[in-house]
């Protein structure tokens, strides 16, 4: 038995689901934040506030299966800021996501143990592992159901969110931007000149 050890770093929202409590094929979980998880949430995911959080999950594992497969669907009321008025933006975000966890003192399983053997003898560019046969490590018994949810909201989220009338505050902008440069450049005032003088106009 391999004397492989990991330690349990407890995040913003950690709920350690011991895998012993799932006595028979497959156990349902429902999970939520309370207040002050969300407020560590919502700095960690850079949100103005997280409203709200809600996750079911199903855990299973087959028979003479050496994973557990952890399927769920979330969803959440967050307020982002606008990239560009940085004003409140209100959202709604939900998902499915699915995770394979498995003691890492248990046999390697083969696939991966194929994959990792091909690599090793530069067998070229080796397709990605299905997280079946590379599962996450449990630590301690337990599975982090808090974090995994936190990492599926994270991809979730909008990364440039927008206000209503952004748009035309930025159009605003990028009109004020050129001019600004236009102004500064001695060679646009020149070129200005010449094009009036073409046209037979008083510069």
């Not at 949430?41 to 028979?63: E, F, P, T």
């Not at 599975?143 to 936190?150: A, Q, R, S, Y």
């Not at 009338?165 to 001695?186: F, I, T």
Request: net charge negative; aromatic share 6%.
């Amino acid at each position: 038995m391999s004397d492989t050890s990991v330690n349990m770093v407890e995040t913003e929202w950690s709920h350690l689901w011991p895998v012993a409590a799932l006595k028979g094929d497959e156990v349902k979980v429902s999970l939520s934040p309370d207040d002050e998880a969300k407020t560590r949430l919502a700095q960690r995911l850079g949100l103005l506030s997280l409203d709200s959080l809600k996750a079911d999950i199903v855990v299973s594992r087959g028979a003479n299966e050496i994973c557990y497969n952890v399927k769920g669907h979330f969803s959440a009321d967050i307020v982002q800021k606008c990239v560009v008025t940085l004003e409140p933006v209100v959202g709604h975000v939900e998902d499915e996501f699915e995770a394979w966890y498995a003691d890492p003192d248990v046999a390697v399983p083969l696939a991966k143990a194929r994959h990792e053997k091909l690599n090793e003898k530069g067998h070229g560019e080796l397709p990605i592992l299905d997280e079946r046969d590379d599962p996450e490590a449990l630590v301690d018994g337990k599975i982090d159901l808090g974090e995994l949810i936190t990492q599926y909201v994270a991809l979730s989220l909008d990364p440039y969110p927008h206000a209503e009338g952004a748009e035309e505050v930025m159009k605003e902008k990028l009109s004020e931007d050129q001019e600004e440069a236009e102004v500064k450049n001695p060679f646009a005032a020149l070129k200005d000149w010449k094009d009036k003088m073409m046209r037979g106009e008083e510069p």
